[in-house]
């Protein structure tokens, strides 16, 4: 708020307060406010309710007061009128709110309506009425009715006012074009759309069809699209790889953080510390994940890599996605093939595949450790639990059968009892993220702004009477889409300070830097170098 009122001060320069680009208001009429800006700061012209410039300036009772002749009304067609003109031009119509009722008993219901909302609900056994008047009407609107009027077509009410069709007028500012993944979730966002223009908001959004997670990161990056919804599970691949960042940040319940923890084989005493870890057999999720950059960082911690690229530190293991481009950072190339070597699904073609959402991506990590001879395996304690109670296994996991190495380097006995600070890494769920280079254009301040007045609108605790109407983080059609099915609301960037999640994730993201490792890149270079020679030397000889 303070850097756009920094950035545009000539929208705050008639105001009584500049710093707070606000009125010196003694009511919240703020329209009446607008007329003395017009009247009496040196305005030139002001954008109100018609309503309101008859009362302000005399018009109804004809005293003509304020000086009310020395202003006429400005015509979109470019031409003025006088104030006190009979039919004065206008830039918009907005009827009133309305009832509106099935067509084939909407004669019948007006009757019994007006009848409900006329009768004193304070009459014992009709306490329902003041329910159904509050329902109906609100608790502080007045209304009015004809008995005799016959009921209109909705559409004709509303041509009366001559609202805008959506998208009728041009627009001043680019589309937000939103990446979604399948039918469900794009209708999901078309009906946030039409949501969000019903309310005025902008700018508008515009839902383009992606295939994957990655694809949509990908055309994002090239500006084929804006934004999207991830869990920050992909973070790191997003930032990394394409360049993004957080538009804003969606916060979550409280069973809702992720929590990456390392489990170990209740049977194995071969590890005790993080330096036991040097060629053991790891599982982890998927390659650039929350599990693998969690390594990373408490591997810097105990310093346990050196000059060791982190992919050269386990001996055989199952790092599903290791070769896959997409999953690829910094074009990092020394991968062995023991990242794959003990993924069930390897073959010649894709090493070590991913399968499945985060759920079973991180189950089928505890199940390389149980049963594909894994020592340990780098997953999200979230991820295993099922339903809402934090200590609630899915049935396919015997939380007996693990132990947990903590951060601090010593064991907890059992998942069952694992305490939450045992965990490496933990932080917030999920955000929106867009294009890093225009993080500080009006653009993305667009795109922010819009994200957080559809939180207002339509968010787990939206404003106003109509705040059941849509709800933006709810199931649609009975499936978890567009946001994820732990977020509750959205956090500007700029008060990630006052969210201990939002930190923890970001301290994470920072501590996984790009710098090169050395050693086996070295090796896998001179490897290269060598094949050259020999290549050479082969060639040379074939012709002597």
């Not at 009848?115 to 009459?123: F, G, I, P, Q, Y």
């Not at 985060?358 to 780098?378: T, W, Y």
């Not at 305490?419 to 993305?444: H, P, S």
């Not at 059609?477 to 999640?501: A, C, H, R």
Request: aromatic residues 10%; glycine residues 6%.
């Amino acid at each position: 708020d303070k850097r756009l009122k920094g950035l545009y001060q000539n929208l705050c320069s008639l105001c009584d307060s500049k710093s707070k680009c606000t009125y010196n208001l003694d009511s919240s009429n703020s329209p009446e406010a607008a007329l003395k800006c017009l009247t009496r700061n040196s305005g030139e012209v002001a954008y109100v309710p018609l309503e309101q410039v008859k009362k302000y300036f005399g018009l109804k009772d004809r005293t003509f007061k304020n000086n009310a002749n020395d202003y006429v009304y400005l015509c979109k067609n470019q031409t003025t009128m006088e104030i006190s003109a009979e039919n004065p031009c206008v830039w918009g119509r907005q009827p009133w709110n309305v009832i509106v009722s099935r067509s084939d008993i909407a004669t019948e219901l007006k009757q019994l309506v007006a009848n409900w909302l006329t009768a004193d609900a304070r009459v014992p056994g009709t306490a329902w009425l003041e329910h159904l008047q509050t329902l109906l009407i609100g608790s502080n609107k007045m209304y009015s009715f004809d008995r005799k009027e016959l009921p209109s077509a909705l559409r004709d009410y509303v041509d009366r006012g001559g609202v805008d069709v959506k998208g009728s007028t041009a627009e001043c500012r680019n589309k937000v074009r939103w990446c979604t993944i399948g039918a469900i979730e794009h209708e999901k966002c078309n009906w946030l759309s039409l949501a969000a223009a019903s309310y005025g908001l902008k700018p508008i959004i515009s839902c383009h069809r992606g295939h994957t997670v990655h694809n949509c990161l990908n055309r994002i990056s090239e500006n084929k699209e804006d934004v999207i919804s991830i869990y920050t599970e992909y973070g790191h691949i997003a930032r990394s790889k394409y360049n993004l960042s957080t538009v804003v940040f969606e916060d979550n319940t409280l069973d809702g953080y992720y929590q990456i923890m390392a489990v170990l084989k209740a049977e194995n005493t071969n590890i005790r510390t993080f330096r036991d870890l040097r060629n053991k057999k790891a599982c982890f999720p998927e390659y650039n994940g929350l599990g693998w950059i969690s390594f990373i960082n408490i591997a810097k911690k105990y310093n346990l890599l050196g000059n060791t690229c982190p992919e050269n530190f386990f001996g055989s293991s199952c790092v599903p996605g290791a070769f896959k481009s997409n999953l690829e950072v910094y074009g990092t190339s020394a991968r062995p093939s023991s990242m794959c070597a003990l993924c069930p699904q390897s073959n010649s073609s894709d090493p070590c595949p991913t399968y499945g959402n985060l759920v079973q991506k991180n189950r089928q990590a505890l199940k390389c450790l149980s049963e594909n001879g894994g020592d340990i395996a780098f997953v999200n304690f979230k991820a295993l639990l099922s339903g809402v109670d934090v200590k609630t296994f899915d049935e396919t996991i015997n939380p007996s059968l693990f132990n947990v190495l903590c951060r601090n380097g010593t064991i907890a006995v059992g998942l069952a009892t694992v305490d939450d600070n045992c965990a490496l890494a933990e932080g917030i769920n999920a955000e929106v993220v867009g294009r890093a280079d225009f993080k500080k254009t009006v653009d993305n301040t667009d795109i922010s702004e819009l994200f957080l007045e559809l939180n207002k609108a339509f968010g787990t605790v939206a404003i106003g009477e109509d705040n059941n109407i849509f709800k933006m983080f709810d199931p649609f059609k009975n499936e978890e889409v567009l946001f994820k099915d732990t977020s509750i609301g959205l956090v500007d960037i700029e008060e990630n300070k006052y969210y201990d999640q939002i930190n923890l994730y970001q301290s994470l993201l920072s501590n996984v830097t790009d710098s090169q490792c050395k050693g086996d890149a070295h090796r896998v270079i001179f490897a290269r170098l060598s094949l050259l020679i020999t290549f050479c030397a082969v060639f040379i000889n074939s012709f002597m």
